[in-house]
């Protein structure tokens, strides 16, 4: 059967890099998972097709090997064997001198490490405006890999373990003849690990890991913001074979508050008040984190304008001074009046016109000032 392309299965270009590699993969993973898909033989196929691009891509030397071989790269009696260069110890020299160069462009080097670390896992946590100020305790429960507790992570066998690799001798590593060079890569065969599973664990198939859903108590400090994260080291993916995992990052994301809106640490909000105590000032009760607190309002204030109440904001959760709360005042035009009440307006108004009543309303008359040298100029 012919396997098709790691970069077609995982829907990625060539030059994609980690990040995008892995971001296809989560998508297509939750798609195709068998929890998500019980009794679904296509889905299971599926899946395991999608987790061993993943797996080659994201490892350097798998992917040097395959943009270079394909598939060959990973079957039996593939490229290269132990010791199997060619060339006289002369040549030897020229592998240990280009070792570091080549290895970042074939696949690694004596030092690369046979288990690879777990993915990194990301989870976004919404919260209130309320949590995020006072700080909160929350569970949450995310799918990922954990260490299968039959074989304790090993992926072989109860009572067994696993064989050197006989290709590599288990050194994990192979030479290979490019050009004029001798340079190492990753064994094909065992993938660098030195050792391969003859008898795998029936759990986990000799991953070493199984897919579970484990919940987490994440604490929240208070301050935190849209964007800001937190990392749980260690509770990310469990790597193959006993590799360490990887880490949790909690993404915060905040929810759309019904009163405030926040910038950095300061909050805003509007005020309405009527026009009688935009013209004639008062007090108005407005809401802070902390209950309330009367706001004074000066005579002849304009709708729109921003008060500010220093320390009333959000205290950073970086340290630092508390933010302000911003109160932008919004002069509501009455509604519903009654005969009496349309009455006393109409009066007002009427003290409002001629020449007289012009430095009640200075920005009326600018405006309209502004509109007559308007048509005068079309006119012309």
Do not use: W
């Amino acid at each position: 059967m012919v396997k098709r392309d790691y970069y077609e299965i995982l829907g990625v270009p060539k030059s994609a890099d980690e990040r995008e590699i892995k971001k296809a993969y989560k998508r297509l993973a939750m798609k195709f998972h068998p929890d998500r898909n019980l009794g679904d033989k296509g889905s299971e196929g599926r899946f395991k097709e999608i987790k061993e691009a993943y797996e080659v891509l994201t490892n350097s030397q798998k992917r040097a090997s395959y943009d270079q071989y394909g598939h060959a790269a990973f079957e039996q009696g593939g490229i290269g064997g132990g010791g199997q260069s060619g060339f006289s110890s002369s040549s030897a020299d020229f592998s240990d001198i280009f070792g570091d160069v080549f290895g970042d462009i074939f696949g690694g080097n004596r030092r690369q490490q046979r288990a690879t670390r777990g993915s990194d896992l990301r989870y976004t946590m919404e919260l209130s405006l309320e949590e995020a100020v006072r700080g909160i305790s929350k569970e949450i429960r995310i799918p990922a890999f954990e260490k299968c507790g039959l074989c304790n992570g090993n992926g072989t066998k109860v009572g067994t373990k696993p064989q050197t690799c006989s290709t590599c001798n288990g050194s994990g590593q192979v030479q290979m003849r490019q050009g004029f060079f001798t340079v190492q890569q990753a064994c094909p065969h065992c993938q660098g690990r030195g050792s391969k599973i003859k008898d795998p664990c029936k759990l986990c198939n000799a991953q070493g890991r199984i897919s579970k859903f484990k919940t987490l108590s994440v604490k929240i400090p208070a301050g935190v913001d849209t964007g800001d994260r937190i990392r749980l080291s260690g509770e990310g993916e469990v790597g193959e074979h006993g590799a360490p995992a990887g880490d949790l990052y909690v993404e915060v994301q905040m929810r759309k508050h019904h009163i405030f809106e926040r910038e950095e640490n300061n909050l805003y909000c509007e005020v309405p008040i009527n026009f009688v105590m935009a013209a004639l000032g008062g007090e108005i009760a407005v809401p802070t984190l902390d209950g309330r607190v009367n706001l004074k309002v000066p005579p002849e204030t304009q709708t729109g304008r921003l008060f500010r109440m220093r320390g009333k904001g959000v205290k950073s959760v970086r340290g630092g001074m508390t933010g302000d709360l911003l109160c932008r005042v919004v002069v509501e035009t009455p509604v519903k009046l009654n005969e009496h009440q349309k009455m006393i307006l109409r009066d007002l108004n009427d003290s409002f016109c001629g020449v007289s009543g012009e430095k009640n309303s200075p920005r009326s008359k600018t405006f309209f000032d502004g509109v007559r040298q308007f048509f005068d100029d079309l006119t012309h």
